[in-house]
């Protein structure tokens, strides 16, 4: 009998009940800060399961034949093993279990979006609420964080070449972990003064606490991946140097997509309009929210507006409400329904109070004659076509403008690639987005130089980042596997 | 962390140090900047990088000593260090032989001016210049500007060195003169360099200026320090710092620049008070 097998069949041996049974069992929820608690503070909103609450809802994965769940997910972990091994308390073994294919489990657990990727092909969904599989991979990376018992994973032997990553976002931290795995000598460059990038920077404290991305980075560097932080490439250094002077073979490129985009729209530019990106950043990473302890201030009025409806602007609004504004408001030109961000997010939100006002465009921010701001003009929206990616169109409502009072607006309404590698890098192709182009194997036009995550792709999830590097980790090591073999023929 | 070789005072409130800072002491143009963070709970600066000496691993900063990071800078000295120094940053300035050049600096602005003049003179331009101060004793980099200029003309507000007034008043004189000028190049205070661009736009002198907008990644990320130029928007950090004077809104960005005055004055005031309970304490 394989492996495989015999586990299964001890797990059915053990389990009290059948399927049927199984199925009727509701899905667990994780404790949670109430929200009128969790408003005064930057503390995780969610608490995650417990090891009791962890083995009931392992309880109810019906160990599918065919897992879909592991199709659902962008960097195919297997599921079903690792809840298994929940169900049968072997903690330790679900986790590296996932660590074969995800090497962010921390992190994932808490900010994939499950619900729309294994969570929403579950079959246990099809009629009860699925499996809470996120939360159970939060609960595995957090057992073993708590208690200790990680060893690095084997490393294969030494393979004599060394790889630049540039970016410690999801996507370089995960290349720089496949790699390392495979034996190659890895150096992380990061421009902040901090590794994490917009695991850092961009998601707040109450939905990803900096000591676990701290923790999974550990992880990374017990692979012997080294980290030099205030270094910008195509400033600090450039890609050639990397490879002329610093001996590097190949070049990873996951600088994401931190420039920000504004509506152009009058009013813009007064003194309390912020991106969210400054916003977070201030508070993520500089920690406006110890001001004056730290030294990085924060200025927010008593009425906020976020405009947008992605995860940033959900980030962004919730940050906002911490500060204790008396009007904390969202304003979204679609619907609930068109809006990208994730589901639960969007729930705290709304159970935080956060005032949400759809069909709602911004034309214009009218200031104070001293610059700063007084009102946002907007009009109201109704819903028209489908566009190129099936989203009803918005379409404006002839004579509806209408003024909100407010002193603060942030615009969350997306990201552009950061410009610096594309304009220092002679050769390397980019979109008429700015997005550094690639094949299908994550390679760009500059031999040896490969890229992926929202540098790519111009903005998506911290998950396809991460499966952008696994696929880039393949296709360097065999780039590199053709470097050797040329080098031993002409040798 | 960034070693302090040495600190010098160059004149009150304004000091100078140099900084082990390898990689960017042998990358540096002038026209770059650098951002600093003294200190772990520190804010993210941009300075401009004065000077580099790329044998030496070394980069030399100009602070003046206005809010809390600065001044908590200037209590910094030799063998201290800061926590992070990153860069170079910004485009450099472009530099060729124009011809002759106009290069002002005023305050501690004149830190800024100095690698520009230099450059340009190095270049083989004939470089005029104009440093302003409030008062003699507030003066800086006298001699050095003095080596990489033709002429060198040094205003204070009240007369108490060179000539009095403002460093526009210096300026029309130069352009009264009715040589022809091929650039002027400023950099101070906002309304210093609003000034010269009023002052220029008529004759249509090619006039740049370096921005100093509040900032905080210095990579193109955080968008704090955008600033608008003829019709488009730009960051100052990634597309500058320096712009066309004659296309920016200075009008824009004095407000903008001014978002935090409040906090600043209450994170001085904590520092005070903070510094008045150690006073005690050592007492």
């Known amino acids: ?491 | 962390m960034y070693v302090i070789q040495s600190r010098s005072l160059l004149a009150p409130g304004i000091a100078e140090f140099v900084v082990e800072a390898p990689l960017i002491a042998k990358k540096r143009k002038p026209g770059n900047f650098v951002i600093v963070r003294p200190t772990k709970t520190g804010e993210r600066i941009p300075l401009t990088i004065v000077t580099s000496d790329a044998g030496q691993g070394t980069i030399t900063l100009i602070v003046q000593a206005i809010g809390k990071t600065t001044r908590m800078m200037h209590q910094m000295g030799e063998g201290d260090a800061f926590e992070d120094v990153v860069g170079p940053l910004g485009e450099p300035t472009p530099v060729a032989n124009y011809g002759r050049v106009v290069c002002i600096g005023g305050g501690v602005g004149t830190a800024v001016i100095y690698p520009m003049a230099k450059g340009l003179k190095d270049a083989g331009n004939e470089v005029i210049s104009i440093i302003g101060a409030q008062k003699s004793d507030m003066v800086i980099l006298e001699k050095e500007m003095g080596a990489v200029s033709d002429e060198l003309l040094i205003t204070t507000d009240d007369g108490s060195r060179g000539m009095k007034g403002f460093v526009t008043q210096a300026l029309a004189g130069v352009m009264e003169r009715g040589d022809q000028i091929h650039g002027i190049y400023a950099t101070g205070p906002l309304p210093m360099m609003k000034a010269v661009a009023d002052q220029t736009r008529a004759s249509g002198t090619r006039t740049l200026v370096s921005l100093n907008p509040i900032m905080m990644d210095g990579t193109g990320m955080c968008g704090a320090c955008r600033v608008t130029v003829g019709d488009s928007l730009k960051f100052a950090c990634v597309d500058g710092p320096e712009f066309d004077a004659h296309a920016i809104n200075f009008d824009e960005l004095i407000t903008r620049n001014r978002a935090y005055m409040k906090q600043e004055s209450e994170a001085l005031k904590s520092l005070e008070s903070d510094q008045s309970c150690k006073a005690v304490r050592a007492l």
């Open chain 1, 1 to 491: 009998m394989s492996k495989k097998k015999e586990a299964r069949e001890k797990f059915k041996k053990i389990m009290p009940m059948k399927p049927r049974e199984r199925m009727q069992i509701p899905r667990h929820l994780p404790l949670e800060q109430k929200p009128e608690c969790r408003i005064e503070n930057f503390a995780e909103v969610s608490n995650g399961f417990n090891v009791e609450l962890a083995a009931e809802e392992a309880l109810r994965c019906l160990e599918c034949n065919d897992p879909v769940c592991m199709q659902g997910c962008p960097v195919n972990v297997d599921i079903r093993s690792f809840i298994g091994m929940v169900y049968q308390k072997d903690y330790q073994g679900a986790i590296n279990k996932i660590r074969e294919s995800n090497y962010l489990p921390a992190i994932c657990g808490r900010v994939c979006p499950q619900e729309s990727l294994c969570e929403s092909v579950c079959l246990v969904g099809k009629k009860n609420e699925p499996l809470a599989i996120g939360k159970l991979e939060r609960f595995v990376a957090d057992y073993e964080l708590k208690n200790g018992g990680f060893t690095p994973p084997q490393k294969a032997e030494a393979k004599g070449q060394s790889v630049a990553v540039v970016g410690s976002g999801p996507g370089g931290l995960t290349v720089s972990a496949e790699l390392a795995r495979m034996g190659y000598d890895v150096t992380i460059f990061e421009a902040l003064h901090e590794a994490g990038g917009v695991l850092k920077f961009g998601i707040p404290e109450f939905r990803l606490p900096k000591h676990i991305v701290d923790a999974e980075i550990d992880r990374v560097k017990a692979l012997g991946v080294k980290i030099e932080t205030n270094v910008i490439i195509g400033r600090t250094l450039t890609i050639d140097e990397l490879f002329d002077e610093m001996g590097f073979e190949a070049v990873y490129l996951g600088t994401g997509a931190g420039s920000p985009r504004f509506l152009n729209i009058p009013g813009e530019n007064l003194s309390d309009v912020y991106s969210a990106s400054e916003l977070l950043t201030r508070v993520n990473l500089m920690k406006a929210y110890k001001f004056p302890e730290y030294d990085t201030p924060l200025k927010l009025g008593r009425r906020v507006a976020v405009i947008g409806g992605g995860d940033v602007a959900m980030d962004a609004v919730r940050t906002s409400k911490r500060f204790h504004p008396e009007k904390t408001i969202l304003l979204y030109r679609r619907s609930r329904e068109e809006m990208p961000a994730r589901a639960e997010e969007v729930h705290h939100a709304e159970e935080e109070g956060i005032e949400f006002h759809y069909l709602t465009n911004p034309v214009r921010i009218h200031g104070n004659e001293d610059g700063s701001v007084r009102a946002i003009e907007c009009q109201k929206m109704e819903l028209g076509e489908p566009d190129e990616q099936g989203r009803r169109r918005p379409v404006p409502v002839k004579d509806s403008n209408f003024m909100m009072e407010v002193d603060t607006v942030i615009v969350a309404i997306g990201q552009s690639p950061n410009p610096i590698i594309q304009q220092t890098t002679p050769g390397l192709e980019t979109s008429k987005w700015g997005t550094i182009i690639v094949d299908e194997h994550g390679a760009t036009s500059r031999k040896g130089v490969f890229a992926g995550g929202d540098i790519s792709r111009g903005g998506a999830t911290v998950i396809q980042a991460v499966a952008d590097g696994k696929l880039a980790s393949r296709s360097i090591d065999s780039y590199l596997a053709s470097v050797r073999e040329e080098r031993s023929t002409k040798a």
